[in-house]
């Protein structure tokens, strides 16, 4: 249960928290367009199991590769890409924080 929270609280509170907080004019946008990088868990469906409560995301499955997170982290320099790529990371600190609590 407080893996859970903890998981999802991420997910959607910290996208949340940086929306309202950094995006005032416009944070309903901004929350959704971050909320986009849920997404990036498609890459789940080319698993089998589909899913494991046992199985780290990370490097695991294809969007969730180190390779990717770099990608990720280069969206942050065009303004134009930049709220996506905060939502492709906190999807990736969500997971990473699920598997560290494993």
């Known amino acids: 249960m407080f893996q859970s929270t903890i998981h999802y609280g991420?997910?959607?509170?910290?996208?949340?928290?940086?929306?309202?907080?950094?995006?005032?004019?416009?944070?309903?946008?901004?929350?959704?367009?971050?909320?986009?990088?849920m997404l990036i868990?498609?890459?789940h469906l080319l698993a089998n199991p589909i899913?494991?409560?046992n199985r780290c995301s990370i490097n695991f499955h294809p969007l969730h590769s180190?390779?990717?997170?770099?990608?990720?982290?280069?969206?942050?320099?065009?303004?134009k890409?930049?709220?996506?790529?905060?939502?492709?990371?906190i999807h990736i600190l969500a997971d990473t924080t699920d598997c560290l609590l494993m």
């Open 10 to 37: 991420i997910h959607f509170g910290l996208p949340l928290l940086i929306a309202v907080l950094f995006f005032r004019s416009f944070w309903l946008k901004a929350y959704g367009i971050m909320l986009l990088g």
């Open 41 to 43: 868990d498609l890459d």
């Open 51 to 53: 899913f494991d409560s």
């Open 66 to 79: 180190y390779y990717a997170i770099v990608i990720y982290c280069l969206l942050l320099i065009p303004k």
């Open 81 to 89: 890409t930049r709220l996506l790529g905060i939502g492709l990371i």
